[in-house]
Nanobody, 114 residues
Framework: QVQLVESGGGSVQPGGSLRLSCAAS???????MGWYRQAPGKQRELVAT???????NYADSVQGRFTISRDNAKNTVYLQMNRLKPEDTAVYYC?????????WGQGTQVTVSS
């Protein structure tokens, strides 16, 4: 498994945008990559995934607002987050999956508040 480092989190007002990045230590071309989030007092939940072929899946709560993408040449996965809401506040984690094995990044904080 690769090592993952997230970046791009921060504080933003409702309606704003952020772009998260997840840089991997090696090639991710054959991995399923995903973004998850965990809010205080809540379980970690799926935000979005992208397959090696580029197929995507989103949680209902972010469908139409968030976009996951990958650049295999840069070993990086992105999460473009638009029209952010206070309920999007959480620590966002990147995950790689391959053959039943997974790895996680350390997380990046996203805070949406006026």
């Amino acid at each position: 498994q690769v090592q993952l480092v997230e970046s791009g989190g921060g504080s933003v007002q409702p309606g704003g945008s952020l772009r998260l990045s997840c840089a991997a230590s090696g090639s991710i071309s054959i991995y399923v990559m995903g973004w998850y989030r965990q809010a205080p007092g809540k379980q970690r939940e799926l935000v979005a995934t992208i397959t090696s072929g580029g197929g995507t899946n989103y949680a209902d709560s972010v469908q139409g607002r968030f976009t996951i993408s990958r650049d295999n040449a840069k070993n990086t996965v992105y999460l473009q987050m638009n029209r952010l809401k206070p309920e999007d506040t959480a620590v966002y984690y990147c995950q790689s999956q391959l053959s039943g094995s997974s790895a996680w990044g350390q997380g990046t904080q996203v805070t949406v508040s006026s």
